[in-house]
């Protein structure tokens, strides 16, 4: 069966600071790939989107980026984080050869503070 | 601009009774719907969905309805049970969209023994 790991669960890091979030997916090939953050509050914003190797989509101007060096691994990243960037970020997968219709199945998430 | 709305911040139901979720959308592209649970500090598990060629689907204790008239969805959970007091996220995928999901912010329901 599929499972996704993302890492670490909690982080507090100050202003400035860079920022570096792990994600995979096991047992699965071709994943679709997404990031989100939920601020407090609000609902769950898609930050990054990737449908392969080294294609990365931004929806959100942001002091963020992302990456896909392999096929089951996403990484978030900020040189420098902001105050604003405090909130829970989820990666999430969905099987892209049942795309259509297809749920999105999300990691346990990170709460970053940023202090 | 909210194209996904779930105007009850929370819901609160007595064990064993009907819960009703309710979410509004603006967005006439959106064809698939989906129904989310989230626990604290986890993520959200996917639940339901139905497509928009449809108006109802169910699954166990579990129905989705959708009104494309009104721009309206609905989640049911019969009968309520303790275990089910979560957050619970409405989320909708636009056509085309390459997979990309809209979020409501979520309506926390509180089942009482």
């Known amino acids: 069966s599929q499972t996704i790991h993302q890492w670490p669960a909690t982080l507090v890091q100050p202003v400035g600071s860079p920022l570096s979030l792990e994600c995979t997916v096991e047992g699965t090939s071709n994943p679709n790939l997404y990031w989100y953050r939920q601020a407090a509050g609000r609902g769950l914003q898609l930050l990054f989107y990737?449908?392969?190797?080294?294609?990365i989509s931004s929806e959100v101007p942001q002091n963020l980026s992302a990456s896909r060096p392999q096929d089951r691994q996403f990484i978030l990243s900020s040189k420098k984080l902001l105050l604003s960037d405090s909130g829970f970020y989820l990666c999430?997968?969905?099987?892209?050869?049942?795309?259509?219709?297809?749920?999105?199945?999300f990691g346990n998430g990170t709460r970053l503070t940023v202090t | 601009d909210q194209q996904v709305k779930q105007n009850s911040p929370s819901l609160s139901v007595q064990e064993g009774r009907i819960s009703i979720l309710n979410c509004d959308y603006t967005?006439?592209?959106?064809?698939?719907f989906l129904w989310y649970k989230k626990y604290p500090a986890e993520g959200p598990t996917f639940l339901i969905s139905?497509?928009?060629?449809?108006d109802k689907n169910e699954d166990g204790r579990f129905t989705v309805f959708l009104n494309k008239s009104a721009k309206h969805l609905s989640l049911h959970i019969v009968p309520s049970q303790p275990g089910d007091s979560a957050v619970y996220f409405c989320?909708?995928?636009?056509?085309?969209?390459?997979?990309?999901?809209?979020f409501g912010k979520g309506t926390l329901l509180t089942v009482n023994p």
């Open positions: 989320a909708a995928r636009e056509r085309g969209s390459n997979y990309k999901l809209t």
């Open positions: 999430a997968w969905t099987d892209r050869g049942r795309l259509y219709n297809s749920p999105l199945h």
């Open positions: 139905i497509s928009s060629i449809k």
């Open positions: 967005n006439s592209m959106f064809d698939y």
């Open positions: 990737s449908v392969g190797i080294g294609q």
